[in-house]
């Protein structure tokens, strides 16, 4: 056995294992009894000390040494290994455990705290938190940035300056069409309810209309929508609200194009580094694109109202083109989950630059309350009224995500530019929105993105399927034409 | 730390990590995708190496050696993780792992061949099954008899003499009940169908009436019902049959008895070895009793029947008195899971013989089959049709599973033996069950079982709890009174 085969032979067992601690995590939000909590706290804390060995196991370096790469697909397993390896053992194995054992902590009390509206129960152990991933930036970055450290652990090779510079670019123009929106007439409202099981019948439609294959996956609720899993089975979750089917139709969509990205990969890949999506960016530009670009089209409304319509009868909109408008409402808000396409990326930049601060020690954690509701009102003209609202919004930071949140406006950016390849390789493409067809932009995008997995690395996975170098460019063009026209209609 | 601290410490990762194997069996059988099959195979394969792995690691021998137990609940643990310490690091990790390998294919094969009932295409595979086997019993054994070593796997003590005399002794009293039963005049039969969905809700009624706690363990369908898990995540599952609800709630009921067990272990002891049923045996004494001795007696019956009415309306049954005759029905029939308390045992006598005899080389497995069919016959009066029906029909032998089946039998022996010490401490026990009531019968259970998990060995469990030596004697009294009274009725 060569030293590459061997090193595969290891790690196949470490992507299996890396499997079934992502099925624990999906048995915990849908099926899990409520009494089973601290059992399966020591059953993940089991697993993952068992991972993290393999993934530092010392053979590997060996192997790594020894082995040569034959083809693309082993340079590809080869270079993510390769950083694996060196990122994990640059963490003491003392910061790591301190690091699972206080995350897992916080995400409790952070629950607690947000639902008690009560900052100050959460800032100790964000302290906590907060200096702990210090640590670890630093150790990984070895004399360099701690922040961009983090960053590259969910986008292997972004710079925040490189983002911090988008973002500038991004803002003025974003700020510009949100004035727009805001001027013109209000978008129409749905009237509810919706009956629940009548929304989930639809969403499974409206998944296998984007072609999620339920033959190696489940649709099923949860509080917070997502995607699990990789190979042979991946699992997405969505949620109900009477009164807003689209928090069910849109997670559902969203969560599809996580979920198609894993189905489509090569199966030569499975269980093996090149075979799941190549970042967070390049998986957010995804789903993004299914559920923005395609599924809030003017050509994939028209359907689902007639859809809905036939489903729910009348729900006091009277034409396509208003429902159009309805999926497109920018309205004010607080919440970034809850966000329309134009004021996403702008959640996204308050929590990059106040992520940074933190990490880079330009901000304490007792002013972090203060440094939000400031900059939100800032940002969106009217205030913070209670930290659910604000910085107790998101469960990232509390598990220790910092360096998270920009691969969503990265993902933004990306889908922009794999949109627009995509309308100029399939010209039909409204045409078979309309009629409900997907399935022309899914088999592009399996051809162009999913089959590779995380073969190339992210922008080189993304400038590959789009023809370019990725920027802000078509995204901007792509906003500015749609908002304009609904603006000036 | 001493060396019993750091033993329990490494320990306490194990059963953590043999629970999370014991849920991906669950999501197998209940929620996974059907694609996923091949996947989770890899999965568990991988599980099971790091389960091997740690549960022969040098360290455990070391720390055995060094361990001190400074009370009785160290001396059980102790006593547990020696004995199997010892078992596994007999069985070289070639034969193990090629042990898993097959018999994880031989299911498949079992399945599809009973499918096709084609015993052809599952002789080949169980032969190699057989021989792995009896060759892990060989080196187990160390010039013992082999089966006894199997056997001993899943309870210990046990000795198969000791089972060969107590099955010598039960057989013609159970033969004799048989022949009053099928002279007397037939059961009553329901007339359905009943709505599944109902079905269900009476399961989660009846679940709850003995003692199952759905804040630690949840209720679902599975192709056959089980029980999986240990301290605060116990499920179950049960299946419907529109025509037959005793499918469903009996099922339940069953698998409440194992349930119960696990989830009322003293709280202390979870994720420890003494932390679960004390054996196969003791566990399906719970099951056994709770379904049997509890669920069909003439008190509970009484009160399921109006509870049935309540929410069936009329189903061709007009007393109470017909009913508890319908519960206890014993019919002519193959199938070992669809017998009732006077038949189920000469089904467990056939597989005992047949399984001492592959496994000491008396039988070949090509021969298998006409054994099987022959002994049925000269057992049950009427000839196997069909290999469904005779040989393929349990699961058990193509997942190796030798010295398994008298579990079940040893099982209504110590169920006979609690329920008669459970009748004197509870006095009023049947006016409770007419009302629903099973709380002072699993507070019993609770107190004298359930509580001490494994801390003693099996046999002692059941002597202490029931204040005899078990033997088969207050099952056959039980037996007799109740089937005698039936059949002279």
């Known amino acids: 056995m060569t030293a590459y085969a061997e090193l595969m032979a290891f790690q196949r067992e470490t992507e299996a294992l890396a499997q079934v601690m992502g099925r624990l995590g999906w048995d915990q939000e849908t099926v899990m009894p409520p009494g089973a909590a601290p059992q399966r706290a020591e059953e993940m804390a089991a697993l993952e000390a068992v991972l993290h060995a393999r993934r530092t196991d010392p053979r590997l370096g060996d192997w790594?040494?020894?082995?040569?790469?034959?083809?693309?697909?082993?340079?590809?397993?080869?270079?993510?290994?390769?950083?694996?390896?060196?990122?994990?053992?640059?963490?003491?194995?003392?910061?790591?455990?301190?690091?699972?054992?206080?995350?897992?902590?916080?995400?409790?009390?952070?629950?607690?705290?947000?639902?008690?509206?009560?900052?100050?129960?959460f800032l100790p152990v964000l302290s906590e938190v907060v200096a702990l991933r210090r640590e670890e930036g630093a150790a990984i970055a070895d004399g360099g940035d701690p922040y961009d450290a983090l960053l590259d652990d969910h986008e292997p090779g972004a710079r925040s300056a490189d983002l911090a510079a988008m973002f500038a670019r991004l803002r003025p123009r974003l700020v510009a069409l949100?004035?727009?929106?805001?001027?013109?007439?209000?978008?129409?409202?749905?009237?509810?309810?919706?009956?629940?099981?009548?929304?989930?019948?639809?969403?499974?439609?409206?998944?296998?209309?984007?072609?999620?294959?339920?033959?190696?996956?489940?649709?099923?609720?949860?509080?917070?929508?997502?995607?699990?899993?990789?190979?042979?089975?991946?699992?997405?979750?969505?949620?109900?609200?009477?009164?807003?089917?689209?928090?069910?139709?849109?997670?559902?969509?969203?969560?599809?194009?996580?979920?198609?990205?894993?189905?489509?990969?090569?199966?030569?890949?499975?269980?093996?580094?090149?075979?799941?999506?190549?970042?967070?960016?390049?998986?957010?530009?995804?789903?993004?694109?299914?559920?923005?670009?395609?599924?809030?089209?003017?050509?994939?409304?028209?359907?689902?109202?007639?859809?809905?319509?036939?489903?729910?009868?009348?729900f006091g909109i009277a034409s396509e083109e208003a429902f159009y408008r309805a999926v497109n409402a920018v309205r004010d808000g607080h919440i970034r989950t809850e966000a329309d396409e134009v004021q996403y990326n702008l959640h996204i930049m308050l929590r990059f630059d106040l992520e940074q601060a933190l990490m880079r020690g330009d901000l304490a954690v007792a002013d972090l309350e203060a440094a939000w509701n400031d900059r939100f009102l800032a940002d969106f003209g009217f205030a913070v009224e209670r930290p659910s609202q604000g910085m107790l919004q998101d469960v990232h930071w509390s598990v220790g995500l910092f360096g998270y949140f920009p691969t969503y406006a990265l993902g933004n950016v990306y889908a922009g530019c794999l949109h627009a390849a995509l309308r100029a390789a399939v010209p039909d493409l409204d045409a078979c929105l309309a009629r409900g067809e997907a399935g022309p932009a899914v088999a592009w995008l399996r051809e162009r993105v999913h089959r590779h997995g995380a073969l190339r690395p992210p922008r080189e996975t993304v400038a590959a399927a789009a023809g370019r170098e990725p920027d802000e460019g078509p995204l901007l063009a792509y906003l500015e034409e749609k908002f304009g026209a609904l603006a000036g209609g």
């Open 64 to 121: 790594l040494a020894a082995a040569v790469a034959e083809d693309e697909v082993a340079a590809g397993n080869l270079r993510i290994l390769q950083r694996s390896y060196e990122r994990h053992c640059k963490v003491p194995a003392r910061l790591a455990a301190e690091i699972a054992r206080v995350t897992s902590r916080a995400q409790g009390i952070w629950a607690e705290a947000r639902a008690a509206e009560d900052v100050g129960a």
């Open 178 to 314: 949100r004035a727009a929106m805001r001027a013109a007439p209000p978008a129409p409202v749905l009237r509810g309810p919706f009956a629940e099981e009548t929304q989930m019948t639809l969403a499974r439609e409206v998944a296998t209309v984007f072609g999620y294959d339920f033959a190696r996956g489940r649709l099923d609720k949860a509080v917070h929508p997502f995607s699990s899993g990789s190979g042979l089975d991946v699992r997405i979750t969505t949620r109900t609200n009477p009164e807003d089917p689209f928090n069910c139709l849109y997670a559902t969509i969203h969560e599809v194009g996580h979920a198609t990205y894993e189905q489509n990969v090569d199966p030569a890949h499975r269980l093996t580094p090149v075979g799941q999506g190549a970042s967070m960016g390049v998986h957010e530009s995804q789903s993004r694109l299914y559920e923005n670009q395609l599924g809030r089209s003017r050509a994939f409304a028209g359907w689902l109202y007639g859809r809905m319509r036939d489903l729910f009868g009348d």
